[in-house]
């Protein structure tokens, strides 16, 4: 496992990278694509996992964060257009690493929006795992609002966020108009413009819109959709509580079987 | 400002990023040490702890934030010590590190809730450490006697409720019909079995405020910085009674925000607690090195 910093000098972001621990005949490398604000927190160590998983089964793995988010440069969240440029910027730095003939993204929520958006800009994108992605951009903001009046916030201190902060959502980041309007717009339905060789979209929350979405991308593309019941790892609830820092094994055990093409 | 990966560690490689002022290190300017907070990794709790280091170096002052062992990026450790314990050492071996790489001598912890207990344990065993920010700690003295851990748990626990049923929202959805009270007193609490979860009355006997004076003696700045009801601010008040009794302790800061959750999730508690850390640095730290140290400390460039 190898930190380090890469890309522009006045914009680097930050990145882990994984180098295999089994050889594969060709050299392929998977860019781990997490997801945002306070759900990037409460992802942090299934990502880990799942690298460390990855790199059993042969893969390059790069997990890397968006600008303006976790280690990277940058003060606060700056939005789906530049994180499209992190992913992109993110995917030749493992490419030029590892030397990986073949590319394939995994991202979960809004992080799998992300990537099923830039997916169509990048053709040698052989496999992408569309883990409960966020569909519908005014879907996650109401969720957000939902998550302003989380279990942990008192009164006062909801009281105290609407006051005071104009660009505060209750998730403990700054999150700007422009940030908020980018979200608004995502809406992965209504493109149907994911692609990749093969696409797996993995739904734990037994969501109609995520089932409506594999099915109509099925129509035109190669997807696998995959339902298990899984607890949602992003939502936060006490940030002491280890038990909310559980991995979720049956997601990342059916991600790294479809990847490794051992899925039943 | 410039940021950069480490890997150090004596018994597993332990992950972090050193942030650097543009001019370098300075002499004399302690370095920074920012730790854990629970179970999230080094960027802290609503990426705390990488505005803090970029605001410090800003003002000339240099930090490193890692993880622990078995927490964000760094791997398990094979030690069977307790994760308190465990905490201090690799705190320990990350100031060896810094004392080898960049010459620096004095080191100022700064922690959130495990973090801050982990920093005062820190304080209180190691010389280096000049000046320490501790963020809702929950230390509590060592003849504290379980009973009056439990007490001041249940006071924290009473104030939550309390701040619950002042909420003039929940009234007035039972006044117009759209709630009844026994929801109310329901969702008051589910909520604190939430805020709550977890928690228990703290066991641990060595992380010691009676040390407190003896810190201040050996000339150690402390910060303090509690959330309103927050359970370590109940223990402070079990072991100082009135908040006046502090007052001898001149390099004790106490700083009490309201209204605010355990981790300061409202921006504006943040951006208070930036500031309280950044006055802090320039007004009491510069003084306290300039006491413990050789030479004097280039105030103006904390300022």
Known sequence: MEPFYFGPKDQRLFGVYHAPSVRRDVPAGVVLCYPFLQEYFRSHRAFLRLATQLVGRGWHVLRFDYSGCGDSYGDGPSGPEAWEQDLRLASRELIDRAGAIKLAWVGLRLGAGLAASVAPSVPSLSRLVLWDPIVNGPDYLRELDEFRHALTLSPGTRRKVERFGPNDRGVGLDLAPEVLQSINRLDLASQLNACADQILVLDTQESNSTADYARRLAENRNVTFKRLSERPIWIERKRNDPRNIKVPTASLQAIVDWMSGTDA | ?303
């Open chain 2, 1 to 303: 400002m410039r940021e950069h990966t480490v890997v150090f560690g004596d018994d597993s490689p332990l992950v972090g990023i050193i942030t650097e002022p543009d001019g370098g290190y300075q002499e004399n300017v302690p370095v920074f040490l920012f730790l854990n907070a629970g179970l999230d990794h080094r960027a802290g709790p609503h990426r705390l702890y990488v505005t803090l280091a970029r605001k410090l170096a800003a003002v000339g002052v240099a930090s490193l934030r890692f993880d622990f062992s078995g927490i964000g990026d760094s791997p398990a450790s094979r030690s069977l010590d307790a994760p308190e314990d465990r905490g201090v050492a690799e705190a320990r071996q990350a100031m060896n590190f810094l004392a080898r790489s960049v010459r620096s001598e004095a080191f100022v912890p700064l922690g959130l809730c495990s973090g801050a207990n982990v920093g005062f344990a820190l304080a209180a065993t190691d010389r280096r450490v000049v000046g320490a920010v501790l963020i809702n700690p929950t230390t509590m003295p060592a003849e504290h006697t379980k009973e009056q851990s439990e007490e001041a748990l249940k006071r924290a626990q009473a104030h939550h409720h309390e701040s619950r049923l002042r909420d003039w929202k929940s009234w007035t959805r039972v006044l117009t019909g759209r709630s009844n009270a026994m929801s109310v007193y329901r969702s008051t609490v589910r909520l604190a079995g939430h805020a709550f979860r977890g928690q228990s009355a703290p066991r641990r006997k060595d992380v010691d405020l009676g040390l407190l004076p003896e810190l201040g003696t050996r000339g150690v700045e402390l910060l303090a910085v509690f959330s309103e009801g927050d359970l370590g601010l109940e223990l402070l008040t079990t072991h100082v009674g009135s908040f006046e009794n502090l007052a001898p302790l001149n390099r004790f800061q106490l700083e009490i925000v309201r209204d605010t959750d355990h981790i300061l999730t409202p921006l504006h508690d943040q951006q208070r607690m930036e500031a309280l850390v950044l006055n802090w640095t320039a007004q009491r730290l510069s003084a306290g090195l300039a006491r413990s140290a050789n030479g004097s400390m280039p105030v103006d460039a904390l300022r």
